[in-house]
């Protein structure tokens, strides 16, 4: 297995609403990546984790809460969102730091 | 200034030409990753490089590290290479990838 899966696809929630973004990776790596893109920009890194912990946060908002359960799943808690927050957000992982990501196709949220 | 430059931003060529798409960096860095993004949003790893030049396929990669510049090259271009490359270069021992702004590929037959 070659492939970061992220679910879901495509999320639309309110500004009240509780969700959560998945991604999953069954390739050994010890890093999962978190990244948020804005239309017609580059992705913005969001949160590193490395062996299970947390070690990058860009200074990210509350509302969005990382979780990496075990060293295959990530997971992004999303609550009490802004419209702003609509974005693709991309789930990577890598073996290590100086090797290849490999990308996940992303989810697309739209908060109404 | 962005610490990563991609020229150009947009680029229409037609099926079978070559193309070149620039990256200069003005930071130090140990490696440099070139990804091609298609419009569902989905992203692929192309290249990682931290000296030299790699070749898959039809695309080529190479970098300069002393000029702080890479190129990646298309040969044979086809429309399905339609897409934005996006060149992101990984400073220092943190792992964390900044990106240039994209290029804007788009092929025609």
């Known amino acids: 297995d070659t492939e970061v899966t992220q679910t879901p696809k495509h999320l639309v929630m309110g500004m009240t609403n509780k969700k959560s973004l998945k991604c999953e990776q069954h390739?050994?790596?010890?890093?999962m990546y978190w990244y948020k893109q804005k239309a017609k920009k580059p992705p913005e890194l969001m949160f590193v984790?490395?062996?299970?912990?947390?070690?990058i946060n860009e200074s990210v908002p509350s509302r969005f809460s990382p979780e990496c359960p075990n060293s295959s799943l990530l997971n992004l808690h999303l609550h009490a969102l802004q419209p702003e927050d609509s974005a693709l957000y991309l789930c990577?992982?890598?073996?290590?730091?100086?090797?290849?990501?490999?990308f996940g196709s992303g989810t697309r949220l739209t908060v109404v | 200034k962005n610490e990563v430059e991609q020229s150009p931003q947009n680029l229409t060529a037609q099926e079978g030409e070559f193309i070149t798409i620039n990256c200069s960096y003005s930071?130090?860095?140990?490696?440099l990753h070139w990804l091609q993004q298609h419009p569902g949003g989905g992203i692929v790893s192309l290249f990682m490089?931290?000296?030299g030049k790699k070749k898959h396929g039809r695309l080529i990669a190479t970098i300069n590290i002393q000029e702080k510049h890479s190129s990646l090259h298309i040969t044979a271009s086809h429309p399905r290479d339609s897409a934005v490359y996006i060149c992101?270069?990984?400073?220092?021992?943190?792992?964390?990838?900044?990106f240039g702004t994209g290029t804007r590929l788009q092929v025609t037959l």
């Open positions: 930071v130090g860095i140990s490696a």
């Open positions: 990577a992982s890598s073996q290590g730091v100086l090797e290849r990501y490999t």
């Open positions: 490089l931290s000296s």
């Open positions: 992101a270069v990984l400073t220092g021992t943190a792992s964390k990838l900044t």
């Open positions: 984790y490395s062996y299970e912990k947390l070690s």
């Open positions: 390739m050994g790596h010890r890093a």
